[in-house]
C-alpha cells in the first residue's frame, strides 16, 4: 500500500485538463435559471444521480467521472445520496412506468432552486425504447428538464463540459 | 441415448431451429423434464413465452448438449416447473406477467416485472387486459423477536440502477433478504417484435449497457445460426477481442468496485485507472469506448486497423505491469481480506441447483464458461483457463475475477497474433421462410442466451434474451442471510448482477 501512496506523491498526475464548458448548456440554463438562483448555488453543485430505466451504460461513463483522469470533484461537482442535499437532478433513461413515481418523488424532495439535467439520449427522447409499453416518456414527459446531454452514452468529457457549464468554472 | 435426447425424441420435432433441436411435447413429456431438473441430470437454461406456448432450454449436465422443449398452452396454462424446480420461479412470475400464461402449481401468485403500472396487463399477449388498479406488493413476512424492516431503493444512495431490497434484520444481522425487480423494465421483447434484424441488434446492444457487446454477440450469433450462415473468420476474431476487452473492462472496475464497498477506495483509483485505459483503447480501436453497435449480424461494424494492433498491445503491457501490484494490494491488505473473506457465501450446492453461471458460479464450484461448453468459435482453438473456486464468498469471488483478467490479457495476445486477413462482414442470407436461431455466450457476468424466430420476410417475429443474473440475483437472498447489513454493499457488488439487463 505505502508503494502506492509514495508513487502517489512523486508520480505526474494522470488528471487531464478540463474539456471547455459547453457554451450551449450555459445558454440554456440562462434561460431556466434566475441569476438569484445562480448566485445561490454558488460555483459548486451537488448532484443526485437517478437511473429512470437505463441500460446502464450512461452510469458507467458517470462513474468514470470520479476517475484520476477526469476527477470530477476538482471542479467543486460531487454526488450526494439524499435529493435533500442536492441541487441538481442527474436523470438517465427513459423513465419507465415502473419508474416514474419515484422520479417525482426525488425530484419534489430536492429543495429549491434545483436544476434537472437529462443525460443520454434516452432521456432525451427515449432513444430506441421509444413506444415501449413500459416506458412512460423521456425525462422532460415526467420532471421539468434544464438541460440535456446527447449520447449513447455520453462521453465523460461531454457530461464534465455540461456540468461545468453549470457553474461557469 | 442421452436423457435430453429421449425427452426431445418424446416430442413432436420442429423442423428449423438451430443449433440446438426443439420439440413440442405434452404433459408426460414436459413433467418427464421437470424430473430431470429435480435429479440434477439436466440443468435450467431458460424458460420464456410465445404466443400460447412455453419454451424450457435444458442443458444435459454431462454432455453440456442443449436442448427446447415447447408446451403448447391451450386454456393459457401449463404444468410449473418451479412447483418442484425452485430456479424457475422468477422466470414463470415473469411469463404470467408478459404473456398472462398460468403455471399450474406455480408456489407464487405475485406478480414479478408487472408493479401495477402498465396501462395493459399482459401486454405480449394476443388480447391484453385493462389494467386493474395498483394494490400493495406482499412481501414475504419474517417472524420473531426484535426484528425491524429496512426498505432501500429503488433509487439507491450511490451511481446505480434502481431495485427495491427489503430487509428484514435483527439488530445488525440480516435475517431475510427480499428482492424486488423490474424497475427498469422497458418491454424490450415487444419491441423486437416485428423488428427489422437491424434494428433489433440495436435493441439488444441496450438491454444491459455493460454487457453490449455479449449481447450484441448473442443476438447476432443467433440470427447467423438461424439463416444458416457464418460471418467472416476476421470477423469472427475481432468479436472475440471486443469481448474479451468488455470482460477485462468489467472486471477491473468491479474489482475496485468491490474494495471500495468495503471503504478501500485506493483499489478503486487504481483498477479506475487500468478501466479507463481499456475503454481509450476500445474507443481508439473500435471508435466507441463501450463498443456498442460494433457487432452486427453478418459480422462487425468496424475493422481494426494497423494502427489500433499497437494500441493493443501497449494496453496488455501496462495492464500486464501494473495489474501485479494491484493483486499483492488486495492480498496483503488485512482490513480487506477481513472484510472479503466469509462474508456472502454462496453453497456450492445453491451454485450446482440454480446453474449459476458466471464468476458467482465458479467461485461457488461449479466450473462452467460458455465459451468452452457448448464452446464458440475463436475459443475452440485458444487456450485459456477457466478458474474455479470453492469457498463461494466474496473473496473467492473477487479470486475469479483476477484470475480472469490474467486470462483475458493472454487470450487478447493470442488474437492479435492470430488475427486472420480478410473481410469483416458478410450480407445476411436469404431465405424467404420461418427460421429460429439461438446461441449462448459468456459475457462477463455469465451465460447470455439469446433466442429467436425470424418470418419469411427476415425481420424479427420473437426474441427472448435471458441474462445471467435470473440465476444469481435469488443467490444473492441465500448468501446475505447472517451477515450484517453493513456488508450487504459489499456482497450485492461481488455479485454485481444486471438490472436492466434482467428487467428488459
Known amino acids: 500500500m505505502l508503494r502506492f501512496l509514495l508513487e502517489g506523491l512523486v508520480r505526474r498526475p494522470l488528471t487531464e485538463p478540463p474539456p471547455p464548458a459547453e457554451d450551449s448548456a450555459a445558454a440554456e440554463l440562462a434561460d431556466a435559471v434566475t441569476l438569484t438562483a445562480r448566485r445561490k448555488l454558488g460555483r459548486s453543485l451537488s448532484i443526485r444521480m437517478v437511473d429512470a430505466g437505463s441500460c446502464n451504460g450512461c452510469e458507467l461513463e458517470i462513474n468514470a467521472l470520479g476517475n484520476a483522469f477526469y476527477d470530477l ?70 420532471v421539468p428538464v434544464d438541460v440535456e446531454v446527447p449520447g449513447c452514452p455520453p462521453e465523460p468529457d461531454k457530461i464534465v463540459a455540461a456540468l461545468r457549464g453549470l457553474t461557469r468554472r | 441415448m442421452s436423457a435430453l435426447e429421449q ?63 415447447s408446451f403448447e398452452c391451450v386454456d393459457g396454462r401449463y404444468p410449473s416447473v418451479a412447483a418442484l424446480h425452485p430456479p424457475a420461479l422468477r422466470l414463470e412470475r415473469a411469463i404470467r406477467d408478459l404473456w398472462g400464461l398460468e403455471a ?42 426484535g426484528l425491524h424492516q429496512i426498505p432501500v431503493g429503488p433509487v439507491h444512495a450511490g ?113 479506475g485507472i487500468l478501466r479507463e485505459r481499456v475503454l ?40 500486464r505491469q501494473r495489474f501485479p501490484a494491484l493483486i499483492e494490494l488486495y492480498d496483503n491488505t488485512a482490513s480487506l481480506k477481513d472484510r472479503t473473506a466469509g462474508a456472502g457465501i454462496v453453497t456450492t450446492e445453491l451454485a450446482r441447483l440454480y446453474a449459476c453461471g458466471g464468476f458467482v458460479g465458479r467461485a461457488s464450484g461449479r466450473a462452467f464458461d460458455a465459451r468452452r461448453t457448448p464452446g464458440y468459435a475463436p475459443y475452440d482453438t485458444l487456450a485459456f483457463d477457466v478458474p474455479v473456486f470453492t469457498r463461494g464468498d466474496v473473496n473467492a469471488r473477487v479470486l475469479v475475477r483476477l484470475r ?71 443467490l444473492l437472498e441465500a448468501a446475505i442471510e447472517g451477515n450484517i447489513v453493513a456488508d450487504f454493499p459489499l456482497c450485492n457488488k461481488s455479485f454485481n448482477c444486471a438490472y436492466s439487463g434482467h428487467d428488459l
Not at chain 1, 102 to 123: N, S
Not at chain 2, 221 to 242: D, T
Not at chain 2, 404 to 420: C, D, G, H, K, R
Request: hydrophobic share 45%.
Open chain 2, 280 to 319: 481509450r483503447a476500445a474507443d481508439t480501436c473500435f471508435g466507441h469506448r463501450l463498443m456498442r453497435d460494433r457487432i452486427v449480424p453478418g459480422g462487425v461494424a468496424a475493422d481494426l486497423g494497423d494502427d489500433g494492433r499497437p494500441h493493443l498491445q501497449a494496453l496488455v503491457r501496462e495492464v
Open chain 2, 404 to 474: 480472469e483478467v490474467e486470462q483475458s490479457l493472454f487470450l487478447i495476445e493470442q488474437i492479435l497474433t492470430s488475427l486472420p486477413p480478410g473481410p469483416i462482414r458478410a450480407d445476411l442470407s436469404r431465405v424467404g421462410e420461418a427460421r429460429e436461431g439461438a446461441a449462448l455466450v459468456e459475457g462477463f457476468r455469465g451465460d447470455v442466451l439469446a433466442w429467436l424466430r425470424l418470418d419469411a420476410e427476415g425481420s424479427v417475429s420473437r426474441c427472448h434474451l435471458r441474462d445471467p443474473s435470473w440465476f444469481q440475483w435469488p
Open chain 1, 73 to 142: 470533484e476538482r471542479f467543486g461537482l460531487r454526488f450526494v445520496a439524499s435529493p435533500r442535499h442536492a441541487d441538481v437532478l442527474l436523470v438517465t433513461g427513459p423513465v419507465t412506468r415502473n419508474m416514474a413515481d419515484a422520479l417525482k418523488a426525488c425530484h419534489q424532495a430536492m429543495p429549491q432552486p434545483r436544476i434537472v439535467i437529462a443525460l443520454g439520449d434516452c432521456a432525451r427522447d427515449c432513444g430506441v425504447f421509444k413506444g415501449g409499453f413500459g416506458v412512460q416518456g423521456a425525462v422532460g414527459d415526467v
Open chain 2, 104 to 145: 399450474e402449481g406455480c408456489p407464487d401468485p405475485r406478480p414479478w416485472l408487472d408493479h401495477g403500472r402498465w396501462t395493459l396487463r399482459h401486454p405480449l399477449a394476443a388480447a391484453p387486459l385493462e389494467a386493474a388498479d395498483v394494490r400493495p406488493y406482499p412481501f414475504l413476512s419474517a417472524e420473531g423477536e
Open chain 2, 7 to 69: 425427452l426431445i425424441a418424446g416430442g413432436r420435432r420442429v423442423v428449423f431451429p438451430r443449433p440446438w433441436p426443439r420439440a413440442v411435447v405434452e404433459g408426460e413429456g414436459w413433467r418427464a423434464a421437470i424430473a430431470k431438473l429435480v435429479e440434477g441430470v439436466l440443468s435450467l437454461v431458460g424458460l420464456w413465452g410465445d404466443a400460447d406456448a412455453v419454451h424450457m432450454a435444458l442443458a444435459d449436465v454431462a454432455t453440456a448438449a442443449i436442448g427446447i422443449l
Open chain 2, 159 to 271: 451511481i446505480i440502477e434502481p431495485g427495491h431490497f427489503r430487509f428484514t434484520a435483527n439488530g445488525e444481522t440480516v435475517v431475510r433478504l427480499e428482492q424486488r425487480l423490474g424497475y427498469t423494465h422497458k418491454g424490450i421483447e415487444g419491441l423486437m417484435r416485428g423488428a427489422a434484424i437491424g434494428h433489433a441488434a440495436k435493441l439488444a446492444g441496450r438491454a444491459s449497457g455493460d454487457s453490449t457487446v455479449a449481447y450484441t454477440l448473442a443476438f447476432s450469433r443467433a440470427v447467423e445460426s438461424a439463416l444458416g450462415m457464418r460471418p467472416p473468420a476476421r470477423a469472427v476474431w475481432l468479436r472475440a477481442l471486443m469481448a474479451e476487452l468488455e470482460r477485462l473492462a468489467n472486471h477491473l472496475g468491479d474489482i475496485g468496485g468491490i474494495c471500495n464497498d468495503a471503504a478501500f477506495t485506493l483499489m478503486l483509483a487504481q483498477c
